[in-house]
């Protein structure tokens, strides 16, 4: 991703109220996210491939912050009362599906947990994000989403969409069809503080 593009995407997205920080890499992204996180938050997750790898919900766990993501249900875990307790906690994270480079944020949901935790009650968001997600416009996002995302989420979740077998959308009417509701943030919400943890890498998908 050229520099020039990543500039103006931050411009754009500080413009329309969002907080940017950008790293070179994930591993210094990650220390400043878990300096920011106080001991005694709670934090809820949304699905995000960036956030698995790098290992954020482990760490966390691990030195005591009540988290809560429905990924991560353990034998006998109920999903659903894992959906609910993270919708109420103090941070929220999640990745994004495109960033375009006029300053939005544009997310697919099939469960619309993420697109809810994203919008609205928490006292802080953190978007994490690689730059392969930026894309020049929101065509260019919608398009990315559908026949980049999505396909690679139904295949890895076992979900028989017609784009898991061809790998491209086929605009389906299908009964497990995950692209369900379609979130773009023109401008930061006016109650959920949303900061992009914006790294130089290509993460996730
Ligand atoms: S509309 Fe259907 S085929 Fe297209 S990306 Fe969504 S789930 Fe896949």
Redesign the pocket.
């Known amino acids: 991703m050229e520099g020039v593009i990543i500039e103006r995407t931050i411009e754009n997205l500080e413009r329309n109220g969002f907080s940017v920080k950008f790293f070179e890499d994930s591993q210094s992204a990650k220390e400043a996210m878990l300096e920011e996180i106080k001991p005694d938050q709670t934090v809820g997750f949304g699905g995000s491939m960036t956030i698995v790898d790098m290992g954020i919900y482990e760490i966390l766990k691990e030195r005591g912050n009540p988290v809560y993501w429905h990924w991560k249900a353990g034998e006998g875990e109920d999903r659903k009362e894992l959906l609910k307790q993270a919708a109420n906690t103090d941070v929220y994270f999640s990745g994004t599906n495109a960033i375009t480079e006029c300053g939005r944020l544009v997310n ?1 949901d099939a469960t619309c947990n993420r697109i809810s935790g994203i919008l609205f009650g928490h006292d802080k968001v953190i978007i994490v994000s690689g730059v392969n997600k930026i894309t020049r416009s929101l065509d260019e996002a919608l398009v990315r989403i ?2 980049i995302a ?2 690679a989420n ?1 295949k890895r979740l076992g979900i028989k ?4 077998e061809v790998g491209k ?4 009417d ?1 009964e ?4 369900r509701a379609t979130l773009i943030i023109d401008r930061v919400p006016r109650a959920n503080p949303i900061t992009i943890y914006l790294i130089n890498e290509n993460l996730g998908y």
Not at 161 to 164: I, N, Q, S, Y
Not at 176 to 179: A, E, L, N, Q, T
């Open positions: 697919i559908k026949n999505t396909p139904a969409t017609p784009c898991a959308c086929m605009n389906c299908s497990d069809r995950i692209c």
